[in-house]
């Protein structure tokens, strides 16, 4: 008969070390923090998984003084307050416990650790192997034959297993020798005292040679060195008064029955009604409590005759099983179910689309990975008439801050069932299949939550425009690239040349140490930062350099083209389609949580465009044969949008008399009259009319105009004395989070921000920042998203042959036919201008040229 096992887990340790794991922003979707006991649940879920335990109890410490603080008043005197963001999760942490089924304890005057040294010697007297599992090295001192412990070292998966072989080959010592160790070297994280001068190897050194603290204060006059003799006389009392601070009790009263600790079996709808609740969609698989998905059956077609003669609903879920890479993907099947009726057809790729093209014609689709598919159905000539469904993008919308999930977890979250094991064809048909219950279960909840419109009229129809962007691409020029890579490293070896002249000696400039080493020693330039491996040599450090030694902005000017060449000149050639000519982006609609697009493979929304080099690379981007690009940017639309949602009526006026406002603001802050505002005070007013739209600091405007903070501050409330609806808009979308946990934009786009009420200065500022700014941002976004809709389809309800390539921020980018552009240059900036009807106009700047930088 095998021995029994028992693990007895130190519930207090490890939802520390879970907290402190986790970032604060994993919350539910209201914003509830929920990073400790994720991270909790994730890490006993996983013990129970793989150790198979047969039976587990948690301890718990209750209340905040024990029998030792009435030893030591100062005991556990240093340690920090339990974050506001933890407190409220341990409750959390025992209610997955009781849905679970496993007992958890804790008893007054007496720490986890005591009653788990009680229950642990208790339990191997009756025969069991014991495993402790906690973040606590004072359990150490419990390990024997038959009792080891799992000690979390760092975060939750960093676990060493140690048992009395491997506590005897780390610490050389036998583990009850770990109180007298403590006795003599204190323990800072329990403030312990220990004895002044003696650390881990003289403890280790000392009870090597008297095995316990009581033998060798016996024999304190064999103790080398008269210091350390007299030390440890004067406080012989403090010594073994920390060994009894960090001796576990053995003997604590606690009434527990080993039977009542045996795992229960998990599959019980209180857990999977918590789990469901706490929104832990990758957990439920662990507890088995998901419903499992029924029975289906479905029909095989194996001929075009039989597909054409298909006769499906108005509304149906299809899903292409796609294989290869993005432009050169192959269709191998299709699975479409509707009315409860479910098919897979395999045929070939011709036939699959011949037939595919009757099917779907001007029927509601509901599809997964929507632009994928949409994507591959364009490139061979098949419209999507009317996406109506795209779950991913629904579960975006709802937490936007999570990290994307894939099609398992959203069944399991919100239909709780599990994607049962079977073969590639059964699994294609039920995702399809699945496609209508999450239709029905997602479609409530962004009603619920007011997200509906946005999801329908503007996320959904862009995703189907998005697909065309990325098939478009646009034209690269590689003789171009090749011309400005060239140009690149001739300029980079030209400033090399200058460095190493300047500096006396070749190096290596992309070394800090070496750069270091160059600068504040052999040229003597004054040391303005330190770090742990030398000088500091950060773009801060250079800036406060300028002007000390002619080195200096050929040190930036280096970094700057060499960034540029590694990060954008070299790899886009990579990106260019040997078919096309033309570099196909990405575009991500799923991933920012402020709505807007981002873009990868490559990444063109990050191309500089503030400096001349930058602009250089917009030079390759260009547009075919007997066409022009044009380029329609609306004009300063964040602070457009702030002038409406805080009606402000100062910056509004500015608007609707198309006044520049950034002079408008010089002229209000700096009071004088708008002809009399000057180049930099113009510059400062700008700086100070952005940095409000982002909830900027006195210490960030006077870093961004080289001025003292109070100054800056001085700039700010003149900014919100001549403007002071801003000032009420930003305490109170402040109010609105601290008191709902989430921001809007003007189209509901919900933004869920953990920390707005966090005891930490930094992550509150920072979440009061998102606050101000998302709403604007965010708003922002949607607008360009309309504007993209409006005008993609109104060059088809033109019948026009321009094409829209690229959405990059608050920019639309086009390739036009010379003899269109007239016309296309009109219908963008009034679909633009007329996207959204807000207080203020919208103003659009559209401009046409050879190539994307070359544009008048």
Known sequence: MSQKELYLLDGNSLTYRAFYALPTTLTKSDGTITNAVFGFTKMLLTLIDNEAPDSIGVAFDVGKKTFRHQAYEDYKGTREKTPDELRPQFKLVKDVLEALQIPFFGMEEYEADDLIGTLAKRAEAEGYQVTIVTGDRDALQLISDNIRVMYTRRGITDIVDYTLEKFREDYELEPIQLIDKKGLMGDSSDNIPGVDGIGDKTSTKLLKEFGTLEKLLENIDKVGGKKRKATLEEQADRARMSKELATIKLDVPIDIDFESLKISDFNNEEAYQLFNDLEFTSLISYIGGHKEVKDFSYEEIDSIEDFKRLEVGEKLAINLELSGEKLTRELEHIAISFDDQNYYIDLDENELLEGLREIIAGKELLMLEGKEQ????????????????????ADYLLKPSEQEKSFAELVQGHLQRALPESDDKELLILKTKLLFDLEEELITKLEENDLLRLYQEVELPLLNVLAELELNGIKVSKEGLEELNVKFKEKIANIEEQIYELAGETFNINSPKQLGVILFENLGLPVIKKTKTGYSTSASVLEKLEGKHEIIPLISQYRTYTKLQSTYVEPLEEYINEETGRIHTTFNQRVTATGRLSSADPNLQNIPIRSEEGREIRDVFVAEEGKKLVAADYSQIELRVLAHISDDEGLKEA??????????????????????????????????????????????????????????????????SRYPKVKEYMDNTIKQAKEEGYVTTVFNRKRYLSDINSKNYHKREFAKRMAINTPIQGSAADIMKIATIDVANALKEEKLNAKVLLQVHDELVLEVPEDELEMVQKLVKEKMEEAVQLDVKLEVDVKVGDSWNNME
Do not use: C, M
Request: no cysteine.
């Open 655 to 720: 608007y609707q008399h198309g006044l520049d406002i950034h002079t408008k603001t010089a002229s209000e802050i700096f009071d004088i009259p708008l002809e009399e505002v000057t180049s930099n005070e113009r510059r400062k007013a700008k700086a100070v009319n952005f940095g409000i739209a982002y909830g900027i600091s006195d210490w960030g405007l006077a870093k961004r105009l080289n001025i003292g903070n109070k100054e800056a501050q001085e700039f700010i409330e003149l900014y919100f």
């Open 374 to 393: 949409i994507r591959y159905l364009l490139q061979h000539g098949i419209a999507v008439d009317t996406l109506a469904f795209e779950p991913l993008l």
